[in-house]
């Protein structure tokens, strides 16, 4: 089992920052891959960003160029710092956890607000 916390979020103005920070717990060390998804009521979740136990990352579209993710392996944390934010980017975010065995967990998810 693992577990996934999240922190950060709010609201913010367009051309802002945020950083959002999850933690993991449990079976770390069955852990593959972490990452960003990101959900607004009249799409499905979509991929954010993501990043591997190797640090191979992959970045939606969107997010290139304006969102970070990074790993703290040591502290069991990964963070997305997201630059630039859009009124689009506004949505609930959720970190995600992949383990070796195909197995997924879910943070609890924080909301994003990009509003003048």
């Known amino acids: 089992q693992v577990q996934l916390v999240q922190s950060g979020g709010g609201l913010v103005q367009p051309g802002g920052s945020l950083r959002l920070s999850c933690t993991s717990s449990?079976?770390?060390?069955?852990?593959?891959?972490m990452g960003w998804y990101r959900q607004t009521p009249d799409k499905q979740r979509e991929l954010v960003a993501t990043?591997?136990?190797?640090?191979?990352?992959n970045y939606a579209d969107s997010a290139k160029g304006r969102f970070t993710i990074s790993r703290d392996y040591n502290k069991n944390w990964i963070y997305l710092q997201m630059n630039s934010l859009k009124p689009e980017d506004t949505a609930a975010y959720y970190c995600h956890a992949v383990t070796f065995s195909t197995m997924e967990y879910w943070g609890q998810g924080t909301q994003v607000t990009v509003s003048s």
């Open positions: 449990g079976n770390i060390f069955a852990i593959r891959t």
């Open positions: 990043i591997t136990e190797g640090g191979t990352i």
